[in-house]
Structure formats: C-alpha cells, structure tokens
C-alpha cells in the first residue's frame, strides 16, 4: 500500500485556500517585520487564521507565513488524523514507532535553487522579525528565527539523526547564538561536542513539511525516519553539513556549533505569556543558505500564541492520556483538555462514571503524569463542557468543600519557568472533583465584577473581593475580566495553589494577582498602527 505525500507548507496553503478559505487571512498591505506580523497575529488571534504577509518591507522576494499550528484542527489536519481527540489518543504510538525503511534521497539540485556561501553569506537578507519589544533587550539583537528545526548527528550515533526547537538570535551576518534549555537530545550533544571540542554540525530547517514540527516536539529522535514510515518524504543531501534536509523545506541554513564562544542573548518572549530571562548562550556560524525560489518564510508567534503552546502541548497530552488510560480502570470515558491559554499549568477533565473516586483518581493521575506543569486540575463526574467557566460553575454547583472534593498538595516539583514557583523552587497542586452540570440561572457583567449564578452558589470574578461569593476569582488589574482565556491564564501563571487558595467550608478565593516577570508585549506604536488594519480584515474575514 502506497503512503501519502506529506503535506508541504505550499501545498497546505493551496488546500486552505481552496477547502477552508475561511481559515486564511492574506495580508496585501506593506508590512514591517519589526513587530508588526506579531500585532496582526495578536489582533487575529480568537480567530485563528492562518496569515500570510505578501508584502514585506525590504524582503520583495519572500512570502512569510504564521499561525498554521494555531487551530488544532489544523494540527489534525496535517499530522494525518481527523480530529485533535484522535491525535491525543493515538501521537504517542506514531512519535514512538521503529522507522524500518532507508531515507529517499534525491538531487539537491533539483530542491534549492539558490544557494548562499562565503562572502555573500549574510543572516539579516532574511525576513526575520522582531516579534516583541523586550525580546533581545540584553544586546540589542530583537530579531529571532522561531521557526527553525535544529537538525543534528548523534556524534556518539551516526545513524540517527534528531530534530530539536531552539530559539536563534542573529547577531552577527555569519553567526547566531540560540538556546537549548529544553535539555533534550540537543542539549546532549551539543555538550559531548563541548567536551570533545569538536564542531558539531548543525543544519537550521524553516518551513519543511509541516509534520516535522509535531515530531520535533515530542522529545523523541530519528524524526526523518519516523515521518518517513507515515508520508512518502523525499530528502536532499547537505550542501556543507553531511545532514540530509527535506527536500520540501523552503529555507535551510548550514553551521557549525562553536563550542568555545558564548553570547548572552534574550530576554525572549516564553510560553507562559512572560519575558524568559535564562539562556544556554550556546553561538554557531553560518557555512551555507539554501532557499527555494520565492521562499516562503515561516514563522511561529512566541509567548502564548496558540501556535506555540498548540506545538509542544498536544504530543505531551498524548503521552499523558496513553498512560493515563492503561493505569486506570477500563470502560469508563476519560477526558482531559490542557487550554493552550494554561501553557499546560491548568487542565480540565471529565469522567463518565460515578464509581467512588474515579473522578479524584483521574485528577491526581493527571499530575502525576504531567509532573512539570499541571498544578490546577478540575474533574468532572459527569459530561460537562471543559472550560474554565464551566469549571467555576460545576465547581460553585458543589455542596461544600472538603476533602473528598479538594485535593492540595504543598511544595511540588514544577518546571522552572513557572512564574509563581516559591524560593525553593517548588509550588502547591490542587485537585477540585465537581459534579456539576454546568447549568447557569443567570449572569451580570459589570464595569469592575462578573458574577454568574447557578442553583447552589455563585461565581465572584473581580479586580478586588468587594463582595463574597461561593467560588470568587481575584485578578490583576491587567486582566480583563470579561475574558474567559485571561482568567484562565491569570489562573494558571499568577497563582500558587499552597498560599493562593483560601478554601472554608463554604466558599473558595482564588487569589491570581501574584507579581509577575514582564509581561510579552508589542510596541504601542505599532499596535495603534495595526489595529485600524484588524478591524478592516475582520470585516472583510466574517
């Protein structure tokens, strides 16, 4: 049985626009890279399109395309399945598989057709933007590759081959300094390198087949061959690296890791909506650029876009749920959402039995699972919708609050980049079972309080606890409160559940106004500039 073409990001763009040109937003106005794809994406973003700038200032011959990732739909879309429920059920076994083929390689000359070496080489020729105004603040570099797939050699392994994200700072026309804090496989080799003192060979992808991006993300290696057993993927051999590439690949860029030299690049706009200040200050230097004809440059929006938070949380989920599924009890429906808003900190569940604890087992199942960032959990018994309303609602639907609905636990391994972790560098995780049915009697908005109102109590969301309700949520200034995401990730990044949780028998305060690292922003200029723009398009969009 033939396998099918993997999709190219040229070919899913024609299939949008021809299927769901609903799902795309082209953009003919002359756009800066300086920020200003970031403020369209920003204002698009409950919208989820795929956007595609036609007319970049400076870059006439490029085409640079975002958001592809941002709906999971999509996501499903190109990684061969029909629904993201089916790419949770059923990722972990693909990303896992045993590749048995050989690669396909064919001509590099018929893939890239322009090739960059020496003197000519120069990394600012491409159309790489500055996405948010604090990102590479420390040195005055603001420009990063967000979208490029580290493609490295095992130095103790020569057979397998491994793909990894790292963020890519240009700072000189032949060099750039990147980060590798996700201490995966590249981390690994980039210190055997370290000690060896070789220059280990590394080549950049942007924009190869879309099923690259999900592989990479799933912390596995051999991602060629695995992708290789799905679609029928042809590869080039490398131009200066002995490292094929994905004959598909729009732009490519050859380097070498230089063990010896650092630079301190950041700070950079992380998941969690913040300014990430850490850095490995690993530098490499350019040895070639590939680049198809009229390339197409790809990029995905950092902070907590969609995109990025979609990229890295789906394959986890899927390994979460697999394991989750084998050790609990077979028969009843299990469900689990992470909000790609949550950058994985908060999750919501349901289960379709009402055998005693099931419902709590699955709550504390999911964080011991999702060790590094789970630490709010609301399960259901019962279907219910699985959102953050919704939770509050089954949550104030509850008849009191004790230990057989609420599960804390203190001082918690967490990942470092949670904003709210304590001195010791851990933090409190809660479970809340509910047994709500999401059913509202009312709800009023007014300038400075939201209040929702249900049969049994009430849900209190404010700026300041002015009055008590039965489950009151307590945010920053900042955060609109009308705003279901923005509760939500006030929730989940500005709370810790061992100090931020006031629970009494009958009423519980979330308190999510913990002070916070910068928050991801663009210029305000900017975005005065691009919101006239947004409002055209969204007309012209519904």
């Known amino acids: 049985m033939s396998k099918p073409d993997a999709y190219t990001i040229r070919s899913f763009v024609e299939d949008l626009r021809r299927e769901h040109p609903e799902q795309i937003i082209e953009i003919e106005d002359e756009v800066s890279i300086d920020y200003e794809p970031t403020a369209y994406y920003l204002g698009l973003r409950k919208k989820k399109p795929v956007l595609i700038f036609k007319n970049l200032k400076g870059f006439k011959n490029f085409l640079l395309v975002t958001n592809i990732y941002g709906s999971e739909e999509r996501l499903a879309m190109l990684s061969g399945f029909r629904s993201i429920r089916e790419v949770i059920e059923k990722w972990s076994s693909v990303a896992n598989g045993i590749p048995k083929e050989p690669l396909v390689i064919s001509n590099l000359g018929d893939s890239f057709q322009t090739k960059i070496t020496g003197e000519d080489l120069n990394l600012f020729d491409l159309p790489i933007p500055s996405h948010f105004e604090l990102d590479g603040s420390r040195r005055g570099f603001s420009r990063y590759i967000t979208s490029g797939l580290t493609t490295t050699v095992d130095p103790e392994n020569g057979g397998i081959i491994n793909l990894s994200f790292a963020r890519i700072q240009p700072f000189e026309k032949r060099k750039f300094a990147f980060d590798a804090g996700s201490h995966g496989h590249l981390w690994k080799y980039l210190n055997i390198s370290k000690e060896s003192g070789d220059k280990l060979k590394m080549t950049i992808l942007i924009g190869p087949n ?4 999900l592989l990479a993300a799933s912390f596995i290696d051999n991602e060629f ?3 290789s057993e799905i679609f029928n993927i042809k590869f080039s051999p490398g131009h200066r690296n002995n490292i094929p590439i994905p004959s598909e690949t729009e732009i490519a860029i050859e380097a070498e890791f230089l063990p010896e030299e650092t630079f301190d690049e950041g700070p950079f706009a992380e998941y969690a909506g913040y300014m990430g200040y850490d850095s490995t200050k690993f530098v490499a230097e350019v040895k070639s650029i590939l680049m198809k004809r009229n390339p197409i440059y790809y990029d995905i929006q950092p902070s907590n876009s969609s995109e990025h938070v979609n990229l890295f949380s789906v394959p986890r989920s899927s390994i979460v749920m697999k394991s989750v599924r084998e050790a609990l009890p077979k028969g009843p429906n299990y469900q689990v959402v992470w909000p790609h808003y949550g950058g994985r900190f908060i999750s919501f569940g349901s289960v379709d039995s ?11 199942s999911i964080l011991g699972h999702d060790p590094l ?3 709010v959990v609301f399960v259901n018994e019962g279907k219910t919708d699985l959102t953050m309303e919704a939770s509050l609602v089954n949550l104030a639907q509850s008849n009191e609050f004790s230990e057989r609905n609420v599960v804390r636990m203190s001082k918690m391994f967490i990942i470092s980049s949670d904003p709210t972790r304590d001195e010791s560098g851990s933090s409190g995780k809660v479970v809340f079972v509910t047994k709500g049915n999401n059913l509202q009697t009312g709800k009023s908005v007014g300038d400075d309080r939201v209040v929702v109102k249900t049969n049994n109590g009430n849900v209190l969301i404010s700026h300041d606890l002015r009055e ?4 009151n949520v307590i945010v920053s200034d900042d955060i609109d409160i009308t705003d279901e995401e923005q509760v939500g990730w006030a929730i989940a990044t500005r709370l810790n559940p061992d100090e931020d949780i006031k629970i009494e028998k009958n009423r519980i305060t979330f308190l999510a106004t913990r002070d916070i690292p910068s928050v991801a922003r663009v210029p305000e200029s900017v975005k ?10 969204t007309r012209r969009f519904h």
């Open 373 to 375: 960032w789970n630490k």
């Open 468 to 471: 008590d309700q039965k489950v």
């Open 225 to 227: 061959g695995k992708a």
């Open 528 to 537: 005065e500039k691009v919101e006239k723009k947004v409002a055209l398009l």
């Open 354 to 364: 009402l055998e005693p604890g099931l419902a709590k087992q699955l709550g504390i």
């Open 210 to 213: 879309p099923i690259f991006y």
